[in-house]
Structure formats: structure tokens, C-alpha cells
């Protein structure tokens, strides 16, 4: 069954980002090779084996700028310029969260002369995400 994405929210702390339309969690591991001569630890041989490492993910955020958000999209941009971490409680579907530190990586304005004017963040997980 599919689930609507209109509840979704992006908050830092209580405040909910304001003007965010979209938002990706990627989450990713990394993974080692192990592949062994002679197909050793049980794998057939001709074939490669791994193990996993280390896991994070960089989210991405876009929606309509909003330089008016004092609690949510001005603290992104002060937390870019300043080098600061924040943290982000994202929710999919109003109910699920992710929560987790972050360093605000990419900040992108675009002004369009036909339309309005968005943003685009990415933000880079930093440390263990805590599922909800």
C-alpha cells in the first residue's frame, strides 16, 4: 500500500523547516572487499565476498526559500556559514522519525526570472542516526 507524503516533516528541535517540498533520506553502507583465492569462507569460487563498515547518508532538502523562517531555514544557513552542526528530526509520513546530527554541506539559492525563487540543501549525517 502506498503511503502519502504530505504529512512529512523536516524539524529542527520542535520547529518544523518551513517550505520544504522535498527531501531524500539515502541512507548508504560501505563495504569492504574479502574475496579470498580459492573461493575461502564459503563462497563459490569466481564469485566476490564483503563485509559491511560504515553507514550514513547525505539528505537532500529543496523546496521554496524562505530567509523569513527564523526557526528553521535561517538556522540552515547559519549553521552553513558558521560551521556549526544541527540536528534534524525528518519524518516521511508524520509519524516515523530519523534523528541525527548533521553538517549543512551544500546551500544552494536559485532565482528564476519566470518563477520563484528555491533552495536546495544537502546535509551530511554526523554520527549514529536514532529511528523512531
Do not use: H
Not at 26 to 42: C, I, L, R
Not at 48 to 55: A, S, V
Not at 98 to 117: E, H, L, N, P, R
Amino acid at each position: 500500500m502506498a503511503i502519502a507524503g504530505y504529512p512529512g516533516t523536516v524539524k529542527i528541535g520542535a520547529n518544523i523547516i518551513q517550505d520544504i517540498q522535498n527531501f531524500e533520506l539515502p541512507f548508504k553502507m560501505d563495504t569492504v572487499e574479502t574475496t579470498a583465492f580459492g573461493g575461502s569462507g564459503g563462497a563459490a569460487v569466481g564469485t566476490k565476498t564483503f563485509i559491511p563498515t560504515l553507514y550514513g547518508m547525505q539528505v537532500k532538502l529543496t523546496g521554496s526559500w524562505a530567509k523569513t523562517d527564523t526557526t528553521g531555514q535561517l538556522l540552515l544557513e547559519n549553521a552553513f556559514f558558521g560551521r556549526n552542526t544541527v540536528t534534524l528530526i525528518c519524518s516521511p509520513n508524520g509519524t516515523n522519525t530519523y534523528t541525527f546530527a548533521c553538517w549543512v554541506s551544500d546551500y544552494t539559492i536559485k532565482a528564476d526570472t519566470k518563477g520563484k525563487v528555491d533552495v536546495d540543501y544537502a546535509v551530511t549525517m554526523n554520527g549514529a542516526v536514532t529511528i523512531a
